[in-house]
């Protein structure tokens, strides 16, 4: 085992060739330069040096030239291992200074090893050769000492000279890619600008590392620093139907089972829900492939919605309008059939009740059967106007009885928890309407009032009132004029309107009834039937404390009102009239109905056989009452065909359904009047005479 004294300024160098000898069983002494070498070489010899060269102090030229020149230590062999001075001239001038061998680092640890070993064993066999041609001389050894430092020096300068020009290059690079990233962020952020688009960016397992960019907080109307940079603010802005959904739906796209494109609502900073479009995606994973940053963009589409939401409205208002126009043409078909039969019953029973006493046994069911014939009229009328097939006929009208006839129907439908009260006796209740659509607006309130209540023990108060309006008094309600109202007021015990949706009660397809149970058009057909009959509605609601809608409606006049004309009172007439029906009953009927006024009837089934009279004989007759639908020739046909030869003879023209009628064609062809199917003794004789008076003046 020999003694090895290892020289090298490098702390780590010094371990690994301690780490190499020691395990190859030599003792290893360490120096950090060549001074401490020197020093440590003249206490306890070794029986080899190992040095570096390029050291501080004393570096391994000057240590090997001062160690061959002491006798002590000049037959100790000397290695150079050096990673600096690696050229041949350096290895020459090395070995001039009497190394037994110069090594350039890094060496292959088995070849080092051999050649240190090849050393020691000439050492110890004393074979050691060292150069034939040792420095002597002080100059020579300074000239070449010199030489060595100075062509060190260069090459280190040209290394630094390379070096720096690397750096320059690489500077020059990353400035380059700094400007190209500088330019793509300015394109960036000028894009988002012009698309309006604000941006985040997070880490979506930490839920940390938050940025909102100052657009994403602009379009909520807050400014950069108004709200915290963080996860919790964007979920604590999300509207409380839309942040399960959102969140999610963000959480599977962080698992990587979905895309990121979602829409949601986030509170504003007026409190007011702005719609959302958000779209991103993740786009860096650590070691352990969990996502660590989500970037993506975020648009407001508020006013994209609410075209959207118009749009659809449009679109179920045009299948809604062409379902009516469909129910209206089957409606208007049903009207006409329904109305000829109506014809027969109420017409017959009305002859039947006059040919019997009145207190015949058999006169209650004849009552009974005009009674119940009339219902259906009104029926079928009700039907024309819910298709619009009809048009509004505002006559005087007593709400009482319309509000008594609801309350009767709704009393069979609602629960008996539900008391109702009525407080319907006033002076004057006469107003100028439509009877079937009152009767609708007091449906609708009353049907919304018991919803309100539900199963809860409740009351439903519907009461009149009298007013006389002043001018103090209708500045609050729009629309009405000064004069007589009738107030109907229609209260429940619910549970109330919340006062943040009552401002939208009378708008188009609001409603707060979950889907399938409510349209969000009764109250709008409420405000514009009220609105059209020149009133006012007002609603009021504490929450849990009711409702009440009050209805303000202009009284007619007592003097408005047109005497109804009794039986006993009938105009009659000795008159020639031909009467046609394709409707045998029907004809059969209207020839009773005629000869019981007076009048000499012929009575036809057939519109050729009716035209072939007149034009037989055209004196024969004063008057033409024709049906509308029949064969061959319809009603207008006919009229059209008479008063091409006899312009002068009245017609009155008799339908089951006066849509059937062109009123500006009615004139030019004769045509003076029109009687609607089903008709009473009464009708017919007020007409029939009116007509025949106006031709004689």
């Known amino acids: 085992m020999s003694r090895i004294l290892i020289v090298d300024d490098k702390d780590e160098n010094l ?74 001239k350096d290895e020459k001038f090395a070995l001039s200074l009497g190394a037994a061998l110069f090594i350039r680092k890094p ?59 690397a750096l320059e290059r690489e500077i020059a690079k990353r400035e380059k890619i700094e400007a190209t990233l500088a330019g793509e962020k300015e394109r960036l952020k000028l894009a988002l600008e012009a698309a309006d688009l604000g941006m985040w960016d997070f880490n979506p397992t930490t839920l940390v590392d938050v940025h909102l960019s100052d657009r994403w907080l602009t379009m909520l109307g807050y400014g950069a620093d108004e709200l915290p940079q963080s996860y919790d603010t964007w979920k604590s802005l999300l509207h409380p139907d839309d942040r399960d959904p959102s969140i999610r739906r963000l959480n599977l796209h962080v698992a990587g089972k979905a895309d990121y494109d979602v829409e949601f609502r ?39 919605k609410h075209l959207e939401i118009h749009r659809k409205r449009m679109e179920d208002q045009l299948r809604q309008s062409q379902k009516m126009e469909a129910i209206g043409t089957l409606a208007g078909g049903i009207a006409h059939d329904f109305n000829n039969i109506l014809a027969i019953i109420i017409g017959n029973a009305e002859l039947a009740s006059q040919d019997l006493p009145e207190n015949h046994v058999a006169m ?59 407080d319907i006796n006033v002076k004057s209740d006469t107003v100028l309407a439509d009877a079937t659509q009152l009767h609708q607006v007091i449906m609708n ?13 409740g009351e439903l108060r519907v009461v009149m009132k009298h007013l006389e309006m002043d001018r103090a008094a209708i500045t609050s309600f729009p629309g009405l004029s000064v004069g007589p109202h009738l107030l109907l007021t229609v209260e429940d015990t619910g549970g109330g309107i919340s006062p943040d949706i009552m401002s939208h009660v009378f708008d188009p397809y609001f409603t707060t009834k979950p889907p399938g149970l409510g349209t969000g058009m009764g109250l709008a057909i409420v405000h514009n039937i009220v609105k059209n009959h020149q009133g006012s509605i007002s609603v009021y609601s504490e929450p849990h404390k009711g409702t009440i809608f009050r209805i303000f409606l202009p009284v007619v006049q007592t003097g408005a009102i047109k005497k109804t004309v009794t039986m006993d009172e009938l105009v009659k007439g000795t008159e020639r009239v031909l009467f046609v029906d394709d409707e045998p009953v029907i004809a059969r009927m209207g020839l009773q109905m005629l000869e019981r006024l007076g009048y000499q009837v012929k009575m036809f089934t057939g519109s050729m056989d009716a035209l072939d009279a007149v034009m037989e004989d055209p004196e024969a007759f004063d008057l033409v009452v024709t049906d509308m639908t029949m064969p061959n020739l319809t009603g207008v046909n006919l009229a059209e065909k008479i008063h091409g030869f006899r312009p002068d003879l009245p017609i009155i023209l008799c339908t089951g359904f006066s849509h059937d ?16 199917k089903p008709f009473v003794l009464r009708d017919i004789a007020d007409i029939v005479r009116q007509v025949l008076d106006a031709g004689r003046t």
Not at 110 to 129: H, N, P, Q, Y
Not at 389 to 404: G, H, L, N, Q, Y
Not at 445 to 457: E, F, P, Q, S, W
Not at 661 to 676: C, D, L, S
Request: net charge positive; proline share 4%; hydrophobic share 40%.
């Open 15 to 88: 371990y690994m060739l301690k780490s190499l000898l020691s395990g190859n069983g030599h003792e290893v002494v360490t120096a950090a330069n060549g001074a401490e070498a020197m020093a440590s070489g003249r206490d306890n010899p070794p029986d080899l040096i190992v040095s570096d060269i390029l050291m501080p102090v004393m570096d391994g030229f000057e240590l090997c030239r001062q160690w061959k020149k002491d006798p002590r230590s000049n037959r100790i062999p000397f290695v150079f291992y050096t990673a600096t001075y690696t050229d041949t």
């Open 107 to 165: 060496a292959d640890p088995e070849d080092f090893m051999r050649k240190i070993k090849g050393v020691i064993e000439a050492s110890e066999k004393k074979e050691l050769t060292v150069s034939s041609m040792p420095i002597e001389r002080e100059s020579d050894y300074l000239k070449l000492y010199s030489d060595r430092l100075v062509k060190k020096l260069e090459d280190k300068m040209l290394e630094s000279k390379l070096a720096n020009e």
């Open 266 to 304: 986030l509170k504003s900073k007026n409190g007011d829900y702005l719609w959302m479009q958000s779209i991103g995606k993740v786009v860096a994973w650590d070691s352990d492939n969990r996502p660590i940053r989500m970037i993506g963009i975020q648009r407001d589409i508020t006013e994209n």
């Open 364 to 422: 209650e069911n004849l009552n009974e059967l005009s009674r119940a014939g009339m219902r259906a009229k009104e029926l079928v009328k009700q039907i024309l106007k819910f298709s619009r097939r009809s048009k509004e006929e505002f006559i005087p009208t007593k709400v009482s009885r319309i509000a008594d006839d609801a309350l009767n129907l709704l009393r069979a439908t609602l629960p008996s928890t539900i008391n109702i009260v009525k």
């Open 445 to 457: 309130l009353c049907t919304n009032a018991a919803y309100a209540m539900g199963d809860m023990k």
């Open 661 to 676: 009628v062109n009123t500006q064609r009615m004139a030019t062809i004769g045509i003076r009047a029109v009687i609607k």
